[in-house]
Nanobody, 123 residues
């Protein structure tokens, strides 16, 4: 049974940083692509960043390029999202997701999802 468990969300002020973690279990993720998505109230789920499990390729949504960094620790079966220079527009529930093999920014193409972690950025 695949499980993705996010942690690290919280309430911060504009300009602050947060690091989200996604702990994966239940299968071998060696050939998987891991994504972070976010969803704000009334908005569609948005691709934030993605990484091949081995860390060989990384992708970012336009709105977070230069501010967010995705990384993976295979030994810990964990994917991270370092978020710097946060602003109120980053307020959303952040989800970790997994799909087999290749990159995609389409949330419908991901097979596995975590429960989400709330990030709130005050101005």
């Amino acid at each position: 049974q695949v499980q993705l468990v996010e942690s690290g969300g919280g309430l911060v002020q504009a300009g602050d940083s947060l690091r989200l973690s996604c702990a994966a279990s239940g299968r071998t993720f060696r050939n998987y692509f891991m994504g972070w998505f976010r969803q704000a109230p009334g908005k569609e789920r948005e691709f934030v960043a993605g990484i091949r499990w081995d860390g060989s390729s990384k992708y970012y949504g336009e709105s977070v390029k230069g501010r967010f960094t995705i990384s993976s620790d295979n030994a810990k079966n964990t994917v991270y999202l370092q978020m710097n220079s946060l602003n109120p527009e980053d307020t959303a529930v952040y989800y970790c997701a997994a799909r087999f093999r290749n990159y995609s920014d389409k949330f419908g193409s991901y097979a596995y999802w975590g429960q989400g972690t709330q990030v709130t950025v005050s101005s």
